[in-house]
């Protein structure tokens, strides 16, 4: 007998199983409800991820299906408003639009739209917004801001107020942020401290000033960190150094070639021009992306360029025919024969060596000392000092301007091996972020040729002396994708002399 | 290889014992004198060092340069050169009150704020065979006390810095033992 009552119980087990509202009902409803999902999964005895995992898609089974669609329920007779009358037309269009992109998902109740403001049924990649653009109404300002903040999260205390705006005229808050948000960012830092430096010198905005620069490397530091809190990759700030990073005396250098370019046209075209020195800002400050080697590095030989990493390299550099109108990308080397370069050169010359460009024939690498590298090491940093930068810009503070300045700037000539800063010993990273300026510098000067320009000078980190209009290549300004005119000089021989037209 | 090491290097493993990468770190944030002693002018500096004050002589006998006053004299003047016996004996000198003197500034920075961060970069297995060759880690872990590992540094007590640096390492878990023996160490102070 006792055998039935077993079947009988396995029965009634196997009986209709609770229904369960669509995957993302469930999470509205819970959202709703203002219920995290670690709330939810306490009290139904299971993991945050599973409940995250049922709001995706899976289902849960028997007891606790049952649990969950109690728990559903309740929350749904509460929330009855719009969501029960949508719940219909939701299923009806997620079969019809399966084929549709995956990433489109129809809301079970309507949320606001992030770029007109004005409820809608549908999210595109987590933001809720109108499929058909004729459905977007004109916005006010405040509710088109979120979009345009969400891009850039580096400075939560200006993003809070817009985004905070909108939240009030929505008639059921669905909440698309974190409950708890760090309000003060690296960005935030910075500004605190410029803040503290004046209020210490009562308004002297000179002493401030002096102040402030001389705390800017351990200021720099400190940012390091505070941006690299929770990131995927350590700094590893004391490798093995090898022996061609070392200096070999007090004074002296190590054996990279940082490629500085120190270039000028040797023969103007015939006439006389108008040259303009142009200035690209910060010039360092947008060097800091790029591939920097995380760890210690490894030595190898041979002439195979990994891509994932990163560090010096011992190259033959190939021969540079275009030295009339453009710089050669290894500088101004007056040595023959193999010598060492950085990852920025290296890779600024198999780019001109490829396809696309074919300015020359490839560097033959003899010996790499490199480590797996990523672009994203400093790029938070970066992004702190740019746009504590741009705000400065904008509102003409001249203090913080110069303070994130020298940040920036102290920061990659001491990061080597300077007394001024022992945090960091990375003399690998000093040289290949220098040689990304001067990469960089480098690709606008090909820029300004690949326009029509002339190029007269390619100097240093930051100058470019161009004859042409450049205002069709370069937008002029203050910002880092900008440049600013240092001088403009008249260059050339007189029309009266026509022996240069004849030669050329 | 949870302890210490027996027979380092019969694999192939290359490195440095991680005490002696530690004096070679102190002895880097100590600065002094890098000009050799064989160079007229490194030789000049290190006595002028050593025989500033009535205290540093007294610390350049102390650290075994136990030659008369006429003889440091002479050399000063340099109406003499000293020999090679002597010239090292000069260095180790030097070395020994430059350390001395530098220890308590030293040891207040690293000590301060908490201790240091220290970074510990494992030997280097590339010339062990593949199926020898173990994953070690790259390490890092914070030093709150430095006063045994500065005074064994400062006193030239290599056993001494050995036993102090054994007891901060062995905090890195029962794997403690492959860190024995390091590529470098590395710390700011």
């Not at chain 1, 891009?151 to 698309?176: K, M, S």
């Not at chain 2, 709150?144 to 290599?158: F, K, N």
Request: hydrophobic share 40%; with cysteine.
């Amino acid at each position: 007998m006792s055998d039935f009552d077993a079947i009988d119980a396995l029965l009634a087990a196997v009986g209709p199983q609770a229904e369960l509202p669509l995957p993302e009902v469930r999470r509205e409803l819970r959202e709703q409800a203002r219920l995290s999902k670690a709330q939810v999964a306490r009290t139904l005895g299971v993991s945050p991820s599973t409940v995250g995992a049922w709001e995706s898609g899976r289902d849960p089974a028997d007891e606790i299906r049952a649990k969950y669609a109690y728990l559903l329920d309740g929350l749904a007779a509460k929330f009855t408003t719009g969501t029960s009358q949508e719940a219909a037309p939701a299923e009806d269009e997620e079969e019809a639009g399966d084929e549709a992109d995956d990433e489109v998902e129809s809301l079970a109740a309507a949320e606001p739209c992030v770029l007109c403001g004005s409820p809608a049924g549908h999210r595109v990649a987590g933001f809720a917004q109108h499929l058909d653009p004729a459905d977007c109404r004109p916005a006010t300002p405040a509710t088109a801001a979120p979009p345009d903040v969400a891009a850039r999260t580096a400075v939560p205390p200006t993003a809070a107020p817009p985004t905070a705006a909108p939240a009030v005229t929505r008639p059921a808050r669905g909440p698309a942020k974190r409950a708890f948000q760090e309000l003060s960012g690296p960005g935030e830092l910075i500004g605190r401290t410029v803040r503290a430096a004046l209020a210490e010198h009562r308004g002297d905005v000179d002493a401030a000033l002096a102040a402030l620069l001389k705390r800017a490397i351990p200021d720099a530091m400190r940012l390091l960190d505070e941006t690299r809190k929770g990131a995927r990759y350590d700094i590893v700030a004391h490798p093995w150094i090898p022996d061609i990073l070392r200096k070999q005396t007090s004074r002296g250098a190590d054996q990279i070639w940082e490629a500085r370019p120190k270039w000028t046209r040797r023969e103007l075209p015939p006439g006389r021009h108008e040259v303009t020195a142009l200035d690209i800002n910060g010039a360092y400050l947008s060097a800091l992306k790029t591939h920097l080697p995380l760890g210690q590095l490894e030595h190898t030989t041979g002439f195979a360029h990994d891509r994932r990493r990163a560090g010096v390299h011992l190259i033959t550099p190939p021969a540079w025919e275009h030295g009339a109108v453009l710089p050669n990308p290894i500088g101004n080397r007056d040595e023959p024969g193999p010598l060492w370069v950085t990852e920025p050169t290296l890779r600024l010359l198999l780019r001109l060596s490829g396809p696309k460009h074919a300015l020359c024939a490839p560097p033959e690498i003899h010996e790499s000392y490199t480590s797996g590298a990523t672009e994203n090491l400093l790029e938070k940093f970066r992004v702190a000092l740019k746009d504590a930068r741009d705000t400065a810009i904008a509102e003409d503070d001249e203090v913080t301007l110069e303070y994130v300045k020298a940040m920036y700037s102290k920061f990659v000539s001491t990061m080597g091996e300077s007394n001024y800063n022992r945090e960091l010993y990375r003399p690998d990273w000093m040289h290949i972020i220098r040689s990304q300026a001067f990469a960089n510098l480098w690709m606008k000067a090909l820029k300004a040729h690949d326009e029509g320009l002339t190029v007269v000078r390619a100097m240093g980190t930051d100058e470019l002396h161009v004859i042409g209009d450049w205002h069709r290549v370069f937008t002029e300004g203050r910002g880092v994708t900008e440049v600013k005119t240092k001088d403009t000089y008249t260059a050339g021989t007189d029309d009266t002399e026509d022996m240069p037209g004849e030669e050329a | 290889m949870p302890e210490r090491t027996i027979d380092f290097g019969k694999f192939g493993a290359r490195g440095i014992k991680g005490s002696d990468a530690v004096a070679r770190k102190l002895d880097e944030l100590a600065d002094g004198i890098v000009t050799p002693v064989t160079v007229r002018r490194g030789l000049m500096a290190r006595l002028h060092y050593l025989t500033r004050t009535e205290h540093s002589r007294r610390a350049a006998r102390e650290a075994g340069l136990t030659v008369t006053d006429r003889t440091l004299k002479a050399w000063l003047e340099e109406k003499r050169r000293p020999s090679n016996a002597n010239l090292e004996r000069i260095d180790a000198a030097y070395r020994q009150v430059r350390r001395q003197n530098v220890a308590p500034y030293l040891l207040r920075r690293l000590n301060a704020n908490g201790g240091t961060r220290v970074e510990i970069h494992p030997l280097n297995q590339s010339q062990v065979p593949r199926q020898l060759q173990r994953l070690v880690e790259y390490r890092t872990m914070n030093v709150r006390r430095w006063d045994r590992i500065v005074e064994a540094w400062a006193s030239g007590d290599q056993q001494g810095l050995d036993d102090a640096w054994e007891d901060v390492i062995v905090d890195l878990g029962s794997q403690w033992g492959q860190y024995e023996y390091v590529t470098n160490i590395g710390f700011a102070a």
